[in-house]
C-alpha cells in the first residue's frame, strides 16, 4: 500500500470519526433507553420468576459467544467453577505460548529481554544489595525500579536451588537450555496468576457488582484472553503483568473506597516499572480531586494519609540505597536512562510518524527533545487532569487512566512499541462498556506490536491470538453506529493486507523497513483517535451514584 | 495429501528422510491435522440434528470436539485421528437416522445402512484398529440391513424368508470393492504378506512400550508384585512357585519387546483373541436379536472396550476409541431424555422411540471411564513443558463435561432428595468413585514431580509409569463393568416392558 492512500484514508477517518464521536453517544442512546425500559417491563410482567438475567442491557451482548457460554454456565449453575475455568483456561494459552521461543532466543551477543531478567536474577543473587545499581559487568544493567530487583532475587533464589547453573556468577550469561526457559516461564506465570489474574477477577466482581453474573464472567474472560498482554509475556518474554496487575490492583482498592490501599498499591506497580507513571496523573487526579471533597480538615486529614503512605512504600523499596545522595541518583539515573534517544525502533506514536518528514533526532540537541517532548505530553493530559479532578468519579478514574497512558505513549520522551500495553488496560477494563472501541482497539495495538513479535519469530502464536481475538469480539460490533463498523472493517483490510503484503512483496531496497513505517504510521492515526474520543468520552460522563451504570448524559435523566 | 506436501516443500515426502523437521514442515503437518479434523466437525453437526437438537446435546458435541484425548494425541502427539473418528461418527449418524425412520422398508432408510457400511468399510481401511468395533458393525448390518425387520425379533422359521439376498450382495459388493481399492496396488506387487506383519504386530509382545490401561496392565502389575513377593519373601518356597529369572529384567524396561512375566503363566496371541471374542459376544447377539440403534451403539462400545481391554499389544490410544463412541451413546441417550436440562420435569416413562434416557450410571461410567483413559494416554507426553498443557486439558474437560452431563440427567420425581442434596457434580458418584477421582490428583502429584525429586531421572523409571497405568486399568475396568450392567440391565427392561 502507497503512503498517499493511507494518508488519504486516515484523514478521511479522522474527519468522520469526530462527526461520529458525536452520533454515537448522543443519538443512539435516547432510543435504545426507549426499547430497554419496554424490554425490562414486559419481562417483569409476563415471567416475574425469571431470573436477572433479562436486564436492559443483556440483548445487546446476545450475539458475543463468550457472553453465550456465560449464559450456559449460569443456567447450568456453575457459577462457582466458572471462574477456575476461566483461569485454567488463561493459564493454559499462556503457556501455549509459552512453548515457542522468547525473545532474544539464541541470538548470540546479547541475546534479548530474557537473557536480561535472567541476568538480573544472576546478578541480584550473587551482589551486595547496594551494588545492584552500580555494577558495572558492561552486561544488562538493572534499569528497572527496585520491587523488579526484589522479584528477580526471589526468582533467582529459588531457582539456583534447582539449578545453581542457571544463575552462575558470571558463567551463565547467555545460558540458554529447556530446563531454564521452563523455569523462568513458569515464574511469569506464577506472579501473573498471583497478581494480573487475581486483581482482573476481582476487578470484574467489584466493577458489575449490581450487573448480572453472566456480564462479570463475559468481561472476565475477554479481558483474560486479551492477545497483547499475552504475547509480551508469555511469548516475549517480559513481567510487564506484575506492573499491570498491580496498577489493577489499585483501582480495586479505589472502586471500594479503600484509596489508601489504592495508592500503596500503586507505588509498589511504580516500584516495579517506571512506566506505571503513565498512568500517575489519572491517579493523582483522582485522589486530589477526591480529597478537596471533604471539606478542609478532612481533605488535610486524607492527604497526609495518602502522602505518608507513598512516602512510606516508596521509602521502603527505596531503602538501600538511601544512605547518601550518589547512591540514589545512580539508581534513578538507571531508571531513567534518557540517552537512549526518543523513541526505540518504530514505535507507534507522533515522534515516530513525524519523523518520517522531519528528522527530529538529527535536527534537534537530546535535552531540547526532552523539554518538549515532556511539553507535550502535559498538555496532552492536562483536560483530562483537570476534568478528574474537578470530578473524581470512579467511571472517571478509568477514562483518566486511559487518557494519561494515551497521552504518555504518543508523546513522552523514549517509548517502546511495548507501552501500548499500558493505554490497552483500562480500555480494556472497559470491554463491556465500550465493548466494540476496546475490541478494535486491542486488535490495532496487537498489530502495532507485529514488528517485534515478528523478530522474535512469534507471528504463529501472534496470528492465532489475533486472529481468535478478532473472532471473539466480532459479536461487539453489532449494535454500534455503520461508522464503527466501517472503520473495524477498514482496519482489518488494512492489516490483512499489510500483512499479505509483506509475505508475498519484499519492500523496495530503499525502504528496508517500509512495512514497521507503514504499521506504525497506520497504528499512531488510530491511538490518536483514541486519545481524541476517549477525551471527549471523559467529558461527557456523568456523576452516577452507583457505579457500574449508565453511561451517558441522556440515559441518566431519562432512567432517574 | 504427500501430493500437497509436495507444493509446500519437496524435502517433505522423501521416504529416506526419516527425522526430517523443520519449522515450515511442522506447520504443514498440523495444519494438516487441523483442517482434516473439520471432517468431525462436520460429523458432529450432522450429529447434532440426528439426535435431536436441544441446547445440552451441544455439550456432548464440544466435548468429542475438543476431547482431551484427541487434542493431545493429534495435535501434540500428530496423528490423524479426528478426522478418522470424523468418518466412524459420520457412519454412526447415519445407523441413526436409518433406524429413526419407521421399520416400513423405504429405500432411504437401507441407503443410510449401506451408507453406513460403506464409511465404515474406508475407516477400516484408513486404520486397522476399527477392527475392534468390526464385530457390532458386521451383527448390526447383517441384522438390520440384510433381514427383513418387522421390529420384532424373527422366529426360527421365517429366517430364510426375511433374508434380502439383493441388499446382502449390495453390501458385500460395496465393502469388497472398497477393500480391493485399498489394497489392490499391493496385491498386485505380492507385498501383501509384509503388510499384514506390518499391520498385525503379533511378535511385537501382549503390552505396549508403556502399558496400556488394560487388563494386561493388571495382570502384568499382579506378576511384578509376585516376584517381589517370591524373591524377596519365602512366600515363594511356601507354594512352590518358579521364578522365570529371565523375565526379571524385561517387563521393568519397558521396551517394545516381547514381554516374559516372572511368576504367571505367559499370555500368547491366541488367549488374547478369544478372551476378546468371548467378552464380544454377549453384546452382539443382543444387537443381532433386535437391531435397535441403542443396542447398537452400546454393542460398538462394548467391543471397543473388549478389543482394548483383551486386546494383543493395544496401544494407550485404543481408549479414544471407547471414549468416542460412549460419548455417541451418552448423546443418543441425552437425545433420547424428555426435558432435559434446566427444567428438567418428572422422568416420563412413555419414551416414544424406546431409547433408555440418561441415568446417573451411564455418567458416572463414561466420566470414570474418560478420566482414567485420558490419564493413561498421559504418559505419552513425556516432556515437562506438556505436562501443565496435559493436566489442564484433562481437567478443564472432566470440570465443563462433568457438569454438563450432571445437568442432563432428568430428576426423578421421588428420589431421595436429602441424599443429592449437594450441588456437586459428583453428587451421583459412590464413596470409591469420588475416592478414585480425588485419588488421581495424589498420584499424578507424584508421578510428574516427587518422583523425580526422590530418585532422579534414571532410577525406577518405569515405576510411575506402572502406576499410572495401574491406576487407570482400574478406572477403565470398572467403568466397563458399569457400563456393561447398564447395558444388559436397560435392554433387559426393554424386552420386558414390551412383553408387558
Known amino acids: 500500500m502507497a503512503p498517499t492512500t493511507l494518508r488519504a484514508n486516515k484523514a478521511s477517518k479522522s474527519k468522520a470519526n469526530t462527526a461520529g464521536a458525536g452520533a454515537s453517544s448522543s443519538s443512539p442512546s435516547p432510543h435504545r433507553t426507549t426499547t430497554t425500559t419496554t424490554t425490562s417491563f414486559t419481562t417483569t410482567t409476563t415471567h416475574s420468576s425469571t431470573s436477572p438475567a ?7 451482548l446476545k450475539n458475543l459467544a463468550v457472553y453465550r457460554y456465560a449464559t450456559w454456565l449460569e443456567e447450568n449453575q456453575l457459577k462457582k467453577t466458572a471462574v477456575w475455568i476461566a483461569v485454567a483456561a ?9 512453548l515457542g521461543p522468547y525473545s532474544g532466543q539464541g541470538v548470540s551477543p546479547r541475546f534479548g529481554d530474557y537473557e536480561a531478567q535472567r541476568h538480573w536474577m544472576e546478578l541480584t543473587i550473587h551482589r551486595p544489595i547496594r551494588e545492584w545499581y552500580s555494577d558495572k559487568s558492561k552486561w544488562w544493567d538493572l534499569d528497572y525500579p527496585p520491587l523488579t530487583a526484589y522479584v528477580s532475587w526471589i526468582c533467582g533464589f529459588l531457582g539456583a536451588k534447582i539449578n545453581p547453573e542457571w544463575f552462575a556468577w558470571e558463567t551463565s550469561r547467555g545460558y540458554e537450555s529447556t530446563d531454564a526457559k521452563l523455569y523462568m516461564r513458569s515464574t511469569v506465570l506464577v506472579f501473573e496468576l498471583l497478581i494480573y489474574i487475581s486483581s482482573i477477577v ?9 450487573k448480572p453474573w453472566t456480564r462479570q464472567h463475559t468481561a472476565l474472560l475477554l479481558i483474560l484472553l486479551q492477545p497483547g498482554v499475552i504475547l509480551i509475556d508469555s511469548g516475549h518474554f517480559q513481567y510487564n503483568t506484575v506492573m499491570l496487575g498491580l496498577v489493577v490492583w489499585a483501582v480495586n482498592f479505589f472502586l471500594g473506597d479503600q484509596d489508601v490501599l489504592g495508592s500503596v498499591a500503586f507505588c509498589l506497580a511504580l516500584g516495579f516499572k517506571q512506566m506505571a507513571l503513565y498512568f500517575s496523573p489519572a491517579v493523582f487526579a483522582y485522589l486530589l480531586g477526591k480529597s478537596f471533597r471533604q471539606g478542609f480538615f478532612g481533605c488535610i486529614w486524607k492527604l497526609i494519609k495518602l502522602g505518608v503512605a507513598v512516602i512510606l512504600t516508596l521509602g521502603l523499596l527505596f531503602s538501600p540505597w538511601m544512605e547518601s545522595k550518589e547512591e540514589i541518583l545512580q539508581v534513578v539515573q538507571r531508571i531513567f536512562p534518557v540517552f537512549r534517544g526518543l523513541y526505540q525502533d518504530k514505535v507507534a506514536n507522533i515522534w515516530c510518524a513525524v519523523n518520517i518528514v522531519i528528522k527530529l533526532r538529527e535536527r534537534f540537541a537530546i535535552q531540547d527533545l526532552i523539554r518538549f517532548s515532556t511539553l507535550a505530553t502535559l498538555l496532552s493530559f492536562l483536560p483530562s487532569l483537570v476534568h478528574l479532578i474537578a470530578k473524581p468519579t470512579k467511571r472517571g478514574l478509568i477514562y483518566g487512566l486511559i487518557n494519561s497512558s494515551l497521552s504518555f505513549f504518543l508523546l513522552s520522551f523514549q517509548v517502546h512499541e511495548k507501552s501500548i500495553l499500558l493505554p490497552a488496560l483500562p480500555i480494556t477494563l472497559l470491554i463491556l462498556d465500550e465493548p466494540a ?8 495495538a496487537t498489530f502495532s506490536m507485529f514488528p517485534l513479535l515478528r523478530q522474535e519469530e512469534l507471528t504463529m502464536q501472534y496470528y492465532v491470538l489475533l486472529g481468535f481475538w478478532v473472532w471473539i469480539t466480532t459479536g461487539t460490533f453489532n449494535n454500534v453506529s455503520t461508522l464503527l463498523k466501517f472503520l473495524s472493517a477498514l482496519n482489518l483490510l488494512v492489516i490483512v493486507s499489510m500483512h499479505l503484503g509483506e509475505m508475498f512483496v519484499a519492500p523496495p531496497a530503499r525502504y528496508p523497513d517500509l512495512y514497521a513505517v507503514l504499521n506504525s504510521l497506520w497504528s499512531a492515526a488510530g491511538f490518536v483517535l483514541y486519545w481524541a474520543y476517549f477525551n471527549y468520552r471523559q467529558f461527557t460522563l456523568v456523576n452516577t451514584p452507583k457505579m457500574g451504570f449508565r453511561v451517558t448524559k441522556s440515559k441518566t435523566h431519562k432512567l432517574a | 495429501m504427500s501430493i500437497f506436501a509436495a507444493y509446500v516443500d519437496p524435502k517433505i515426502v522423501q521416504v529416506d528422510n526419516l527425522n526430517y523437521d523443520t519449522l515450515a514442515t511442522i506447520y504443514f503437518q498440523r495444519t494438516t491435522v487441523i483442517i482434516s479434523e473439520l471432517v468431525l466437525f462436520w460429523a458432529l453437526q450432522r450429529m447434532l440434528v440426528a439426535m435431536g437438537n436441544r441446547p ?16 493431545m494425541v493429534d495435535n501434540m502427539h500428530f496423528q490423524y485421528n479426528g478426522f478418522l473418528y470424523g468418518i466412524l461418527v459420520h457412519s454412526l449418524v447415519d445407523a441413526k437416522q436409518a433406524s429413526s425412520f419407521s421399520s416400513e422398508i423405504t429405500s432411504t432408510r437401507f441407503g443410510k445402512l449401506l451408507r453406513s457400511g460403506i464409511l465404515f468399510a474406508a475407516l477400516l481401511n484408513f486404520k486397522h484398529i476399527y477392527l475392534y468395533i468390526a464385530p457390532s458393525y458386521f451383527a448390526f448390518l447383517l441384522r438390520a440391513y440384510c433381514f427383513e425387520n418387522s421390529g420384532n425379533s424373527i422366529r426360527a422359521r421365517s429366517w430364510i424368508s426375511a433374508f434380502r439376498p439383493l441388499n446382502f450382495v449390495a453390501l458385500g459388493v460395496s465393502v469388497i470393492a472398497i477393500f480391493a481399492a485399498s489394497l489392490g496396488p499391493f496385491v498386485a506387487m505380492d507385498q501383501l504378506p509384509q503388510l499384514a506383519g506390518r499391520l498385525f504386530p503379533f511378535k511385537r509382545g501382549l503390552t505396549h512400550s508403556y502399558w496400556a490401561a488394560n487388563f494386561w496392565a493388571l495382570y502384568s502389575f499382579a506378576d511384578r508384585i509376585m516376584i517381589v513377593l517370591v524373591s524377596k519373601t519365602p512366600l515363594g518356597q511356601y507354594f512352590n512357585l518358579a521364578l522365570d529369572e529371565s523375565a526379571l529384567s524385561a517387563t521393568t524396561r519397558g521396551l517394545v519387546g516381547d514381554t516374559a512375566f516372572g511368576v504367571l503363566p505367559t499370555v500368547t496371541a491366541q488367549h488374547t483373541l478369544i478372551l476378546t471374542v468371548l467378552l464380544q459376544i454377549p453384546s452382539l447377539i443382543s444387537v443381532f436379536r433386535k437391531p435397535t440403534f441403542d443396542r447398537f451403539i452400546g454393542s460398538v462400545v462394548l467391543s471397543a472396550f473388549a478389543s482394548f481391554l483383551a486386546g494383543w499389544h493395544v496401544h494407550e490410544k485404543a481408549i479414544l476409541l471407547c471414549t468416542v463412541t460412549m460419548s455417541v451413546a451418552i448423546a443418543n441417550q441425552v437425545g433420547a431424555s424428555p426435558n432435559s436440562g434446566v427444567n428438567a420435569g418428572a422422568f416420563s416413562t412413555s419414551d416414544q422411540k424406546g431409547s433408555s434416557a ?19 494416554l498421559w504418559p505419552l507426553f513425556f516432556t515437562r513443558p506438556e505436562t501443565p498443557i496435559k493436566v489442564l486439558i484433562t481437567a478443564i474437560w472432566f470440570v465443563v463435561v462433568g457438569s454438563g452431563l450432571d445437568q442432563c440427567i432428568p430428576k426423578q420425581p421421588k428420589s431421595n432428595d436429602t441424599l443429592l442434596s449437594s450441588k456437586s457434580m459428583l453428587r451421583y458418584f459412590s464413596l470409591l468413585e469420588r475416592l478414585y477421582v480425588f485419588g488421581c490428583i495424589p498420584v499424578q502429584i507424584y508421578v510428574n514431580i516427587v518422583h523425580e525429586a526422590v530418585f532422579g531421572q534414571d532410577r525406577l523409571a518405569f515405576l510411575p509409569l506402572m502406576m499410572t497405568s495401574v491406576y487407570a486399568a482400574v478406572g477403565v475396568v470398572y467403568g466397563w463393568l458399569l457400563y456393561s450392567a447398564t447395558y444388559f440391565s436397560s435392554s433387559k427392561a426393554l424386552d420386558k416392558k414390551k412383553t408387558r
Open chain 2, 358 to 376: 440418561l441415568t446417573p450410571r451411564d455418567v458416572r461410567a463414561f466420566m470414570i471411564v474418560s478420566l482414567a483413559g485420558y490419564i493413561g
Open chain 1, 90 to 98: 488463561a493459564v493454559l494459552v499462556r503457556w501455549t505460548v509459552g
Open chain 1, 54 to 60: 433479562t436486564t436492559p442491557e443483556a440483548p445487546k
Open chain 1, 202 to 210: 476481582v476487578f470484574t466482581q467489584r466493577w458489575f457488582a449490581h
Open chain 1, 437 to 444: 472501541l476496546a475490541a478494535l482497539f486491542n486488535t490495532l
Open chain 2, 56 to 71: 445440552l446435546q451441544k455439550i456432548i458435541n464440544w466435548s468429542l470436539m475438543l476431547n482431551p484425548g484427541l487434542l
